[in-house]
């Protein structure tokens, strides 16, 4: 059981350039977050998907854009990368109910120069 | 709005020793708490969790309390291992919420 997969592992972009963060999970879940983490800042929400077919901003949105291709996968892209998206970029889902746990990826390491 | 404070670290123990890290909350209704652990290089993943007050979490030695009257969720262990070195992360999650909050994360490190 795989669990939530995102790719790719690491990744270097210059200033400008653009990518896109996949992520997949094979639980059936319904919710997918998008977090980032940053040295002392604990994970912030970027963005989220209660459910297939929505999207909503999290705490710190500017900068980026998600998708919800289907039930399984959630991605996030950056259109024009700066310095300060360089962080550690981790996936998750969890099932409906507010007792329900997040389940999280291994995370992507981006870096901007 | 909810929010999760979490004892700065890092801490160091020596093994053996007796493990403590504070959490408080702050939220409407009855959030669920949780506390996750992050080893190197890897993702978080639920340590234990409590879905109402009074509720005791526990999970490989480790424990948490979910006490509304002092809003306060701290983990405790009473014995710990250098393979318990890793960040702990505190968090909740609203009533009928989808997001789920996180304090700060507090790195643990365990002296052989």
């Known amino acids: 059981n795989a669990g939530v997969t995102q790719t790719p592992k690491f990744q270097v972009l210059k200033t400008g350039q653009s990518m896109t963060l996949q992520c997949a999970q094979d639980m059936n879940h319904n919710s997918m977050y998008w977090y980032r983490q940053d040295p002392g800042m604990g994970l912030r929400l970027i963005y989220y998907s209660a459910s297939e077919g929505t999207t909503d901003k999290g705490e710190v949105p500017n900068g980026y854009n998600v998708s919800r291709l289907n039930k399984r996968e959630f991605s996030l892209r950056l259109e024009s990368a700066a310095p300060s998206q360089t962080s550690v970029y981790f996936c998750?889902?969890?099932?409906?109910?507010?007792?329900?746990?997040?389940?999280f990826g291994n995370g992507t390491r981006l870096t901007v120069t | 709005g909810n929010s999760v404070t979490q004892m700065e670290g890092p801490v160091t123990l020596s093994e053996e020793a007796f493990l403590t890290i504070n959490c408080t909350y702050t939220a409407t209704g009855y959030p669920s708490l949780f506390w996750y652990v992050q080893y190197p290089g890897e993702g978080l993943q639920l340590l234990l969790k409590?879905?109402?007050?009074?509720d005791k979490g526990s999970n490989k030695g480790f424990e948490a309390t979910y006490r509304k009257e002092t809003t306060s969720f701290h983990l405790e262990k009473g014995s710990v291992q250098v393979s318990d070195s890793a960040v702990y992360f505190c968090a909740l999650r609203g009533t009928g919420g989808f997001k789920t909050i996180f304090g700060a994360g507090t790195r643990l490190f365990v002296k052989a």
């Open positions: 409590a879905t109402k007050a009074d």
């Open positions: 998750a889902s969890t099932g409906g109910d507010h007792n329900s746990p997040l389940h």
